[in-house]
Protein backbone atom coordinates (compact mmCIF):
# COMPACT_ATOMS: atom_id res chain seq x y z
CA UNK A 1 0.00 0.00 0.00
CA UNK A 2 1.62 3.41 -0.62
CA UNK A 3 1.96 5.94 1.78
CA UNK A 4 -1.12 8.18 0.53
CA UNK A 5 -3.47 5.14 0.67
CA UNK A 6 -1.83 4.24 4.45
CA UNK A 7 -2.29 8.16 5.76
CA UNK A 8 -6.26 8.36 3.93
CA UNK A 9 -6.86 4.96 6.03
CA UNK A 10 -5.53 6.55 9.18
CA UNK A 11 -7.36 9.34 8.71
CA UNK A 12 -10.95 7.92 8.12
CA UNK A 13 -9.97 5.31 11.40
CA UNK A 14 -9.32 8.98 13.36
CA UNK A 15 -12.58 10.03 11.76
CA UNK A 16 -14.72 7.61 13.08
CA UNK A 17 -13.36 8.08 16.47
CA UNK A 18 -12.40 11.49 16.78
CA UNK A 19 -14.19 14.00 14.44
CA UNK A 20 -13.21 16.95 16.13
CA UNK A 21 -9.80 16.26 16.22
CA UNK A 22 -9.97 15.46 12.01
CA UNK A 23 -11.59 19.22 11.62
CA UNK A 24 -8.80 20.74 13.86
CA UNK A 25 -6.31 18.98 11.49
CA UNK A 26 -8.08 20.08 8.42
CA UNK A 27 -8.40 23.73 9.29
CA UNK A 28 -4.84 23.85 10.11
CA UNK A 29 -3.89 22.14 6.82
CA UNK A 30 -6.01 24.35 5.03
CA UNK A 31 -4.69 27.24 6.86
CA UNK A 32 -1.12 26.21 5.72
CA UNK A 33 -1.83 25.84 2.39
CA UNK A 34 -3.39 29.25 1.94
CA UNK A 35 -0.24 30.42 3.58
CA UNK A 36 1.93 28.77 1.28
CA UNK A 37 -0.04 29.73 -2.01
CA UNK A 38 -0.16 33.19 -0.92
CA UNK A 39 3.83 32.91 -0.32
CA UNK A 40 4.23 31.31 -3.61
CA UNK A 41 1.99 33.90 -5.30
CA UNK A 42 4.56 36.56 -3.53
CA UNK A 43 7.84 34.81 -4.96
CA UNK A 44 6.39 34.36 -8.21
CA UNK A 45 5.51 38.10 -8.07
CA UNK A 46 9.02 38.83 -7.50
CA UNK A 47 10.63 36.93 -10.36
CA UNK A 48 8.22 38.89 -12.63
CA UNK A 49 9.50 42.36 -11.43
CA UNK A 50 11.51 43.77 -14.41
CA UNK A 51 12.50 47.50 -15.49
CA UNK A 52 9.30 47.56 -17.71
CA UNK A 53 6.53 46.63 -14.49
CA UNK A 54 8.38 47.92 -11.44
CA UNK A 55 11.14 51.03 -10.61
CA UNK A 56 13.89 48.52 -11.27
CA UNK A 57 17.11 49.30 -13.72
CA UNK A 58 17.08 47.56 -16.91
CA UNK A 59 20.79 46.92 -16.03
CA UNK A 60 18.88 44.37 -12.90
CA UNK A 61 17.50 42.36 -15.68
CA UNK A 62 20.18 39.95 -16.86
CA UNK A 63 20.77 38.12 -19.35
CA UNK A 64 17.19 37.42 -19.85
CA UNK A 65 15.66 40.66 -21.18
CA UNK A 66 12.12 40.92 -20.99
CA UNK A 67 10.31 41.83 -24.51
CA UNK A 68 9.74 45.33 -24.75
CA UNK A 69 6.29 46.16 -24.43
CA UNK A 70 5.37 49.90 -24.47
CA UNK A 71 3.16 51.55 -22.35
CA UNK A 72 2.63 54.28 -24.74
CA UNK A 73 -0.58 54.39 -27.25
CA UNK A 74 0.27 53.83 -31.12
CA UNK A 75 0.25 56.77 -32.93
CA UNK A 76 0.00 54.85 -35.93
CA UNK A 77 3.11 57.29 -37.77
CA UNK A 78 5.55 55.60 -39.80
CA UNK A 79 9.06 55.42 -37.85
CA UNK A 80 11.96 57.51 -38.52
CA UNK A 81 11.76 61.43 -39.23
CA UNK A 82 8.01 62.72 -40.08
CA UNK A 83 6.85 65.44 -42.34
CA UNK A 84 7.98 68.32 -41.41
CA UNK A 85 10.62 68.00 -39.54
CA UNK A 86 14.08 69.77 -40.97
CA UNK A 87 16.26 67.29 -41.16
CA UNK A 88 20.21 67.75 -40.97
CA UNK A 89 22.52 66.96 -43.54
CA UNK A 90 26.34 68.71 -44.28
CA UNK A 91 26.36 71.69 -46.02
CA UNK A 92 28.43 74.11 -47.57
CA UNK A 93 30.00 77.40 -46.43
CA UNK A 94 30.10 80.85 -47.72
CA UNK A 95 33.46 81.60 -46.47
CA UNK A 96 35.76 78.16 -47.05
CA UNK A 97 39.05 78.15 -44.65
CA UNK A 98 41.41 77.06 -47.64
CA UNK A 99 40.57 77.05 -51.85
CA UNK A 100 42.21 74.89 -54.06
CA UNK A 101 41.77 75.28 -58.14
CA UNK A 102 41.81 72.32 -60.06
CA UNK A 103 42.93 74.14 -63.55
CA UNK A 104 41.34 72.42 -66.59
CA UNK A 105 44.27 72.10 -69.00
CA UNK A 106 43.04 70.40 -72.52
CA UNK A 107 39.18 69.67 -73.40
CA UNK A 108 37.73 66.87 -72.15
CA UNK A 109 34.48 66.96 -74.37
CA UNK A 110 35.71 63.38 -76.71
CA UNK A 111 34.81 65.82 -79.87
CA UNK A 112 38.03 68.05 -80.62
CA UNK A 113 40.97 65.79 -79.72
CA UNK A 114 41.82 67.45 -76.38
CA UNK A 115 42.20 71.39 -77.08
CA UNK A 116 44.41 73.14 -75.15
CA UNK A 117 42.70 75.33 -72.98
CA UNK A 118 45.22 77.48 -71.09
CA UNK A 119 44.15 80.89 -72.76
CA UNK A 120 40.33 80.22 -72.28
CA UNK A 121 38.53 82.50 -69.58
CA UNK A 122 37.16 80.95 -67.11
CA UNK A 123 33.39 80.47 -67.00
CA UNK A 124 32.69 79.76 -63.59
CA UNK A 125 33.38 76.89 -60.90
CA UNK A 126 31.82 73.88 -59.90
CA UNK A 127 32.40 73.69 -55.88
CA UNK A 128 32.81 70.72 -53.68
CA UNK A 129 34.10 71.31 -49.96
CA UNK A 130 35.43 68.96 -47.74
CA UNK A 131 34.81 69.06 -43.75
CA UNK A 132 38.18 67.71 -42.39
CA UNK A 133 40.18 68.51 -38.98
CA UNK A 134 43.65 70.08 -38.92
CA UNK A 135 46.86 68.17 -37.55
CA UNK A 136 46.28 67.15 -33.97
CA UNK A 137 49.22 68.87 -32.41
CA UNK A 138 49.97 71.04 -29.36
CA UNK A 139 51.24 74.65 -30.24
CA UNK A 140 53.79 76.05 -28.31
CA UNK A 141 53.85 80.25 -27.19
CA UNK A 142 56.80 81.00 -25.60
CA UNK A 143 56.68 84.30 -23.98
CA UNK A 144 59.41 86.68 -23.34
CA UNK A 145 59.26 88.98 -20.67
CA UNK A 146 62.05 92.32 -21.10
CA UNK A 147 64.27 92.81 -18.38
CA UNK A 148 66.26 96.37 -18.07
CA UNK A 149 68.28 98.45 -15.55
CA UNK A 150 66.81 101.50 -14.29
CA UNK A 151 69.17 104.59 -15.27
CA UNK A 152 68.94 105.79 -12.36
CA UNK A 153 68.50 103.45 -9.46
CA UNK A 154 70.32 100.47 -11.57
CA UNK A 155 68.00 97.52 -10.25
CA UNK A 156 67.03 95.19 -12.91
CA UNK A 157 63.38 95.27 -13.92
CA UNK A 158 61.02 92.90 -15.42
CA UNK A 159 58.41 93.02 -17.74
CA UNK A 160 54.71 91.73 -16.37
CA UNK A 161 53.53 88.30 -17.68
CA UNK A 162 50.15 88.18 -19.48
CA UNK A 163 47.21 87.00 -17.29
CA UNK A 164 47.21 83.20 -17.05
CA UNK A 165 51.16 82.70 -17.83
CA UNK A 166 51.78 81.95 -14.00
CA UNK A 167 54.63 79.10 -14.29
CA UNK A 168 57.44 78.35 -16.79
CA UNK A 169 56.02 76.01 -18.32
CA UNK A 170 51.85 74.95 -18.16
CA UNK A 171 49.47 74.20 -20.40
CA UNK A 172 46.49 76.88 -21.83
CA UNK A 173 42.95 77.17 -21.38
CA UNK A 174 42.37 75.33 -24.68
CA UNK A 175 44.15 72.45 -23.77
CA UNK A 176 42.93 72.32 -20.15
CA UNK A 177 39.32 72.93 -21.99
CA UNK A 178 39.78 69.28 -23.77
CA UNK A 179 40.30 68.00 -20.78
CA UNK A 180 37.36 69.30 -19.04
CA UNK A 181 35.21 68.07 -21.94
CA UNK A 182 36.42 64.70 -22.42
CA UNK A 183 36.71 63.58 -18.83
CA UNK A 184 33.95 65.34 -17.26
CA UNK A 185 31.23 65.37 -20.42
CA UNK A 186 32.30 61.97 -22.18
CA UNK A 187 33.35 60.30 -18.94
CA UNK A 188 36.73 59.02 -19.76
CA UNK A 189 38.53 57.59 -16.97
CA UNK A 190 42.08 59.34 -16.41
CA UNK A 191 44.12 56.59 -17.98
CA UNK A 192 41.98 56.32 -20.90
CA UNK A 193 42.17 60.25 -21.25
CA UNK A 194 46.08 60.51 -20.45
CA UNK A 195 46.32 57.54 -23.55
CA UNK A 196 44.52 60.03 -25.52
CA UNK A 197 46.65 62.76 -24.95
CA UNK A 198 49.68 60.90 -25.58
CA UNK A 199 47.72 59.65 -29.05
CA UNK A 200 46.82 62.90 -30.41
CA UNK A 201 49.31 64.99 -29.20
CA UNK A 202 52.54 63.18 -28.42
CA UNK A 203 52.35 64.52 -24.44
CA UNK A 204 50.75 62.47 -21.87
CA UNK A 205 48.76 63.73 -19.28
CA UNK A 206 49.33 63.71 -15.56
CA UNK A 207 47.08 62.97 -13.10
CA UNK A 208 47.96 66.40 -10.80
CA UNK A 209 47.62 68.30 -13.97
CA UNK A 210 44.21 66.91 -14.32
CA UNK A 211 43.02 67.51 -10.63
CA UNK A 212 44.60 70.54 -10.73
CA UNK A 213 42.54 71.68 -13.49
CA UNK A 214 39.39 70.20 -12.48
CA UNK A 215 39.55 72.14 -9.17
CA UNK A 216 40.63 75.25 -10.54
CA UNK A 217 37.06 74.77 -12.42
CA UNK A 218 35.36 73.99 -9.34
CA UNK A 219 36.53 77.61 -7.79
CA UNK A 220 35.75 79.27 -10.98
CA UNK A 221 32.29 77.80 -11.11
CA UNK A 222 31.19 78.96 -7.68
CA UNK A 223 29.31 81.58 -8.86
CA UNK A 224 27.72 79.81 -12.00
CA UNK A 225 26.52 76.98 -9.21
CA UNK A 226 24.78 79.63 -7.14
CA UNK A 227 23.01 81.43 -9.96
CA UNK A 228 21.62 78.05 -10.88
CA UNK A 229 20.39 77.30 -7.68
CA UNK A 230 18.41 80.89 -7.51
CA UNK A 231 17.05 79.78 -10.71
CA UNK A 232 15.99 76.73 -9.11
CA UNK A 233 14.37 77.76 -6.73
CA UNK A 234 12.37 80.35 -8.51
CA UNK A 235 11.65 77.81 -11.17
CA UNK A 236 7.65 77.31 -11.76
CA UNK A 237 8.04 73.29 -12.00
CA UNK A 238 11.42 71.58 -10.33
CA UNK A 239 12.03 68.18 -11.21
CA UNK A 240 14.16 65.93 -8.00
CA UNK A 241 15.86 62.55 -7.86
CA UNK A 242 18.74 60.90 -6.53
CA UNK A 243 20.61 57.73 -7.02
CA UNK A 244 23.65 56.10 -5.22
CA UNK A 245 27.39 56.59 -6.28
CA UNK A 246 30.49 54.93 -4.05
CA UNK A 247 33.00 57.40 -2.80
CA UNK A 248 35.86 56.86 -1.24
CA UNK A 249 34.44 52.81 -0.66
CA UNK A 250 31.28 54.20 0.99
CA UNK A 251 27.82 54.56 -0.46
CA UNK A 252 27.16 58.48 -1.29
CA UNK A 253 23.94 59.95 -3.00
CA UNK A 254 24.36 61.91 -6.23
CA UNK A 255 21.15 64.14 -5.96
CA UNK A 256 19.74 66.42 -9.05
CA UNK A 257 17.38 69.29 -8.93
CA UNK A 258 16.50 70.34 -12.73
CA UNK A 259 14.35 72.12 -15.25
CA UNK A 260 14.25 72.56 -18.88
CA UNK A 261 16.76 75.45 -18.77
CA UNK A 262 18.87 74.41 -15.27
CA UNK A 263 20.40 71.71 -14.09
CA UNK A 264 22.33 71.23 -10.06
CA UNK A 265 24.05 67.79 -8.89
CA UNK A 266 25.14 67.82 -5.36
CA UNK A 267 26.86 65.03 -3.49
CA UNK A 268 26.03 63.53 0.13
CA UNK A 269 26.36 61.31 2.40
CA UNK A 270 23.14 60.89 3.32
CA UNK A 271 19.85 60.21 0.84
CA UNK A 272 17.28 61.84 2.81
CA UNK A 273 16.13 65.22 4.16
CA UNK A 274 19.49 65.60 5.73
CA UNK A 275 20.61 65.98 2.49
CA UNK A 276 18.21 68.15 0.67
CA UNK A 277 18.28 70.56 3.07
CA UNK A 278 22.09 71.02 2.88
CA UNK A 279 22.06 71.11 -0.68
CA UNK A 280 19.81 74.49 -0.43
CA UNK A 281 17.26 74.20 -3.29
CA UNK A 282 13.63 72.11 -1.66
CA UNK A 283 13.83 74.11 1.52
CA UNK A 284 12.85 77.36 -0.33
CA UNK A 285 11.20 76.05 -3.27
CA UNK A 286 7.40 76.55 -3.25
CA UNK A 287 6.06 75.62 -6.41
CA UNK A 288 5.49 72.20 -7.99
CA UNK A 289 7.75 69.14 -7.22
CA UNK A 290 7.62 66.27 -9.21
CA UNK A 291 9.30 63.64 -8.14
CA UNK A 292 8.42 59.58 -7.75
CA UNK A 293 6.98 59.37 -4.24
CA UNK A 294 10.00 59.31 -2.12
CA UNK A 295 8.60 60.32 1.32
CA UNK A 296 11.46 62.65 2.30
CA UNK A 297 10.70 65.02 -0.03
CA UNK A 298 7.46 65.26 1.85
CA UNK A 299 8.86 67.04 4.09
CA UNK A 300 9.58 70.40 2.18
CA UNK A 301 6.26 73.06 2.00
CA UNK A 302 6.19 72.66 -2.14
CA UNK A 303 3.18 71.57 -4.08
CA UNK A 304 3.87 67.63 -4.82
CA UNK A 305 3.24 65.94 -8.46
CA UNK A 306 4.33 62.34 -9.11
CA UNK A 307 5.82 60.74 -11.88
CA UNK A 308 3.06 58.60 -13.60
CA UNK A 309 5.28 56.96 -15.36
CA UNK A 310 6.63 54.91 -12.38
CA UNK A 311 2.91 54.23 -11.61
CA UNK A 312 2.35 52.78 -15.36
CA UNK A 313 4.89 50.29 -14.60
CA UNK A 314 3.43 48.93 -11.08
CA UNK A 315 -0.39 48.86 -12.83
CA UNK A 316 1.33 47.01 -15.34
CA UNK A 317 2.57 44.54 -13.03
CA UNK A 318 -0.56 44.65 -11.15
CA UNK A 319 -2.56 43.75 -14.45
CA UNK A 320 -0.38 41.22 -16.44
CA UNK A 321 0.93 39.22 -12.92
CA UNK A 322 -1.75 39.77 -10.70
CA UNK A 323 -4.93 40.12 -12.58
CA UNK A 324 -6.03 43.63 -10.75
CA UNK A 325 -8.50 44.56 -13.89
CA UNK A 326 -8.90 47.86 -12.23
CA UNK A 327 -5.08 48.24 -12.61
CA UNK A 328 -5.75 48.34 -16.33
CA UNK A 329 -8.58 50.63 -16.18
CA UNK A 330 -6.83 53.31 -14.35
CA UNK A 331 -3.60 52.73 -16.60
CA UNK A 332 -5.51 53.49 -19.87
CA UNK A 333 -7.58 56.32 -18.01
CA UNK A 334 -3.94 58.56 -17.10
CA UNK A 335 -3.24 57.13 -20.44
CA UNK A 336 -6.45 59.36 -22.24
CA UNK A 337 -6.27 62.03 -20.22
CA UNK A 338 -2.62 62.93 -20.95
CA UNK A 339 -3.36 62.44 -24.69
CA UNK A 340 -5.96 64.64 -24.61
CA UNK A 341 -5.78 67.93 -26.22
CA UNK A 342 -7.84 69.78 -23.13
CA UNK A 343 -5.01 68.85 -20.74
CA UNK A 344 -2.19 71.37 -22.28
CA UNK A 345 -4.77 73.64 -22.21
CA UNK A 346 -5.93 73.32 -18.58
CA UNK A 347 -9.28 71.46 -17.26
CA UNK A 348 -11.87 74.12 -15.82
CA UNK A 349 -12.84 73.08 -12.65
CA UNK A 350 -15.98 71.17 -13.61
CA UNK A 351 -14.35 68.75 -16.06
CA UNK A 352 -11.28 68.14 -13.37
CA UNK A 353 -13.98 67.26 -10.87
CA UNK A 354 -15.49 64.92 -13.30
CA UNK A 355 -11.93 63.44 -14.32
CA UNK A 356 -11.61 63.23 -10.30
CA UNK A 357 -15.08 61.01 -9.56
CA UNK A 358 -13.95 59.03 -12.14
CA UNK A 359 -10.33 58.78 -10.55
CA UNK A 360 -12.37 57.58 -7.32
CA UNK A 361 -14.67 54.82 -8.98
CA UNK A 362 -11.57 52.63 -10.57
CA UNK A 363 -9.88 53.37 -6.69
CA UNK A 364 -13.37 51.52 -5.70
CA UNK A 365 -13.40 48.88 -7.83
CA UNK A 366 -10.17 47.96 -6.86
CA UNK A 367 -11.09 48.20 -2.96
CA UNK A 368 -14.02 45.78 -3.44
CA UNK A 369 -11.05 42.97 -3.00
CA UNK A 370 -8.39 45.11 -1.71
CA UNK A 371 -10.00 47.01 1.45
CA UNK A 372 -7.95 49.48 3.68
CA UNK A 373 -7.00 48.01 6.61
CA UNK A 374 -8.22 50.03 9.48
CA UNK A 375 -6.86 51.68 12.63
CA UNK A 376 -5.66 49.49 15.49
CA UNK A 377 -5.36 46.40 12.67
CA UNK A 378 -1.88 45.94 13.58
CA UNK A 379 1.17 46.38 11.22
CA UNK A 380 0.76 43.07 9.30
CA UNK A 381 2.41 42.77 5.94
CA UNK A 382 -0.06 44.48 3.06
CA UNK A 383 -0.02 43.19 -0.83
CA UNK A 384 1.20 44.93 -3.15
CA UNK A 385 -2.11 46.30 -5.15
CA UNK A 386 -3.72 47.56 -1.54
CA UNK A 387 -0.17 49.22 -0.80
CA UNK A 388 -0.47 50.92 -3.75
CA UNK A 389 -4.63 51.51 -3.44
CA UNK A 390 -3.39 53.27 -0.60
CA UNK A 391 -1.05 55.35 -2.38
CA UNK A 392 -3.36 55.97 -4.93
CA UNK A 393 -6.07 57.32 -2.11
CA UNK A 394 -3.77 59.54 -0.25
CA UNK A 395 -1.88 61.55 -2.41
CA UNK A 396 -4.88 61.85 -5.38
CA UNK A 397 -3.97 64.94 -6.09
CA UNK A 398 -0.13 64.52 -6.59
CA UNK A 399 -1.06 61.81 -9.14
CA UNK A 400 -3.86 63.73 -10.95
CA UNK A 401 -1.42 67.30 -10.78
CA UNK A 402 -0.78 67.27 -14.12
CA UNK A 403 -4.77 67.61 -15.09
CA UNK A 404 -4.59 70.63 -12.33
CA UNK A 405 -2.01 72.81 -14.04
CA UNK A 406 -0.88 72.15 -17.26
CA UNK A 407 2.55 73.60 -16.48
CA UNK A 408 2.88 70.31 -14.76
CA UNK A 409 4.49 67.48 -16.81
CA UNK A 410 2.88 63.27 -16.85
CA UNK A 411 6.22 62.36 -15.57
CA UNK A 412 9.81 63.21 -14.04
CA UNK A 413 11.52 61.99 -17.10
CA UNK A 414 13.45 65.24 -16.80
CA UNK A 415 14.99 64.74 -13.90
CA UNK A 416 15.90 60.74 -13.95
CA UNK A 417 17.38 61.47 -17.67
CA UNK A 418 19.49 63.68 -15.84
CA UNK A 419 20.75 61.98 -13.54
CA UNK A 420 20.78 58.79 -16.00
CA UNK A 421 24.47 59.86 -16.56
CA UNK A 422 26.00 58.97 -13.29
CA UNK A 423 25.22 55.08 -13.67
CA UNK A 424 27.17 55.07 -17.12
CA UNK A 425 30.16 57.46 -15.31
CA UNK A 426 30.22 53.94 -12.67
CA UNK A 427 30.44 52.07 -15.17
CA UNK A 428 33.41 53.02 -17.48
CA UNK A 429 35.47 54.77 -14.29
CA UNK A 430 34.13 52.81 -11.15
CA UNK A 431 33.64 54.33 -7.65
CA UNK A 432 35.24 58.06 -6.87
CA UNK A 433 38.06 57.81 -5.12
CA UNK A 434 38.19 61.27 -2.57
CA UNK A 435 34.56 63.17 -1.71
CA UNK A 436 36.15 66.79 -2.89
CA UNK A 437 36.22 64.35 -6.34
CA UNK A 438 32.96 63.60 -6.28
CA UNK A 439 31.87 67.61 -5.45
CA UNK A 440 34.11 68.67 -8.27
CA UNK A 441 32.54 66.31 -10.61
CA UNK A 442 28.91 67.50 -9.33
CA UNK A 443 29.38 71.13 -9.62
CA UNK A 444 31.24 70.98 -13.28
CA UNK A 445 28.59 68.82 -14.73
CA UNK A 446 26.00 71.05 -13.33
CA UNK A 447 27.46 73.93 -15.25
CA UNK A 448 27.84 71.04 -18.33
CA UNK A 449 24.38 69.90 -18.07
CA UNK A 450 22.92 73.72 -18.34
CA UNK A 451 25.21 74.65 -20.82
CA UNK A 452 23.64 71.90 -23.02
CA UNK A 453 19.79 72.73 -22.10
CA UNK A 454 20.72 76.54 -23.15
CA UNK A 455 22.54 75.79 -26.41
CA UNK A 456 25.75 76.62 -25.25
CA UNK A 457 28.54 74.19 -27.08
CA UNK A 458 30.37 72.74 -24.63
CA UNK A 459 33.76 72.72 -25.87
CA UNK A 460 33.44 76.49 -26.09
CA UNK A 461 31.97 76.49 -22.25
CA UNK A 462 34.95 74.14 -21.00
CA UNK A 463 37.36 76.55 -22.43
CA UNK A 464 35.50 79.45 -20.84
CA UNK A 465 35.54 77.60 -17.55
CA UNK A 466 39.77 76.96 -17.86
CA UNK A 467 39.90 80.25 -18.34
CA UNK A 468 38.32 81.37 -15.64
CA UNK A 469 35.39 83.16 -17.21
CA UNK A 470 32.69 80.71 -17.34
CA UNK A 471 29.06 81.09 -19.37
CA UNK A 472 26.41 82.50 -16.72
CA UNK A 473 23.29 80.64 -17.12
CA UNK A 474 19.58 82.30 -18.00
CA UNK A 475 17.53 81.89 -14.95
CA UNK A 476 14.17 82.53 -16.94
CA UNK A 477 12.03 79.50 -17.37
CA UNK A 478 10.06 79.15 -20.68
CA UNK A 479 8.60 76.93 -22.66
CA UNK A 480 7.14 75.82 -19.70
Given at each position: ?????????????????????????????????????????????????????????????????????????????????????????????????????????????????????????????????????????????????????????????????????????????????????????????????????????????????????????????????????????????????????????????????????LTFFGVHGNRGSEAMDALGVLPFFRF???????????????LHALCNQHLLRELKFLFEQCGELWAA????????????????????????????????????????THPRRLHGQGRTKQDKATNLLDRLED??????????????????????????????????????????????????????????????????????????????????????
Amino acid sequence: MCELSRRREELLVLASRQPEVVVERVLALEEQLLNSQAENLELKGRLALNSTNSGKPPSSDGLQKPAPRSLRAKTGRKPGGQPGHPGRTLKQVKTPDHTEVHSLHTCTCGHCGGVPLEDVPVLDYERRQVFDLPPMRLEVTEHQAEIKRCPISGVSVRAAFPSGVDAPVQYGPHFRGFTLYFFNEQLLPFDRLRKTCLDLFGQPLSLGTLTQTNARAYEALAPVEAAIIRGLIQAPVLHVDESGVRVAERLHWLHVASTILLTFFGVHGNRGSEAMDALGVLPFFRFWLVHDHWKAYYKYMALHALCNQHLLRELKFLFEQCGELWAADLSRFLLDWKADPRTEEGLDEEVFKEAHRHYNAIIRKGRATHPRRLHGQGRTKQDKATNLLDRLEDYDLCVLAFLIDPNVPFTNNQGEQDIRMIKVKQKISGSFRTLTGAQCFARIRSYLSTCRKQGINLWDACFQAANGQPFMPTLQESGL
